[in-house]
Structures are given as structure tokens and as C-alpha cells.
């Protein structure tokens, strides 16, 4: 079974960085869209950034991080990344990796890493 392995979560004071992993196997993650998720509490889910697959990649971001946060993938390593920066109290939630397989049909969550940004 597929499985999401994330990291990178953790506590930053306003205006830091952050950069979020997931790593996914091999066959899977190649012919996956991977994106990134968010959950504060009391909210609903939302897409914070995805990025297609294939050779020539398309990005998408939500309007309120846009500019601020960057996803990439390296396809060496299985492995998508969030780099988050300029981050704001209200980046604050539990951020969730996603693998939508364009094969298989898969749709894959990881376990969700906590992100808090907190003076």
C-alpha cells in the first residue's frame, strides 16, 4: 500500500521559514499530482499548492499564499516539498501531503505534519 511520509512541520515565529517534505514510493509518485493541504481548527481543508506530473510541470497556489510559498518536486527522490516562507500566524494549522495517481485513480494522504507560527 502507498504511503505519504511527511516532515518538516513544526513551531516558527511570524516572518520565518519552514519547508515541508513528503515522500512517496517510486512508480507512484511519478505519475502522481502531488499537492499540499491545510486544516486550522474549526476549518475546513483547504488546497494550499499542488504541482502536476510529467516532465513539464504546472503549479498552482492558493491566492492567500501565493508569493509567499513554493512547491517542487524531485523526482529523483520520490519527494515533493513545501517551502514556506514570510509565514504568518495565520498559516497556522496541520498541513497534509496528497497524491492523486493519474493511473491508478489512487487518491493518498499523508498522516498530516502541525505547522505554528506563534510569537
Known amino acids: 500500500q502507498v504511503q505519504l511520509v511527511e516532515s518538516g512541520g513544526g513551531l516558527v515565529q511570524p516572518g520565518g521559514s519552514l519547508r515541508l517534505s513528503c515522500a512517496a514510493s517510486g512508480s507512484f509518485f511519478r505519475f502522481s499530482t502531488m499537492g499540499w493541504y491545510r486544516q486550522a481548527p474549526g476549518k475546513k481543508r483547504e488546497l494550499v499548492a499542488s504541482i502536476t506530473s510529467g516532465d513539464n510541470t504546472t503549479t498552482g497556489y492558493a491566492y492567500s499564499v501565493k508569493g509567499r510559498f513554493t512547491i517542487s518536486r524531485d523526482n529523483a527522490k520520490n519527494t515533493v516539498y513545501l517551502q514556506m516562507n514570510s509565514l504568518k500566524p495565520e498559516d497556522t494549522a496541520v498541513y497534509y501531503c496528497?497524491?492523486?495517481?493519474?493511473?491508478?485513480?489512487?487518491?493518498?494522504w499523508g498522516q498530516g505534519t502541525q505547522v505554528t507560527v506563534s510569537s
Open positions: 496528497n497524491a492523486k495517481n493519474g493511473v491508478t485513480r489512487d487518491d493518498v
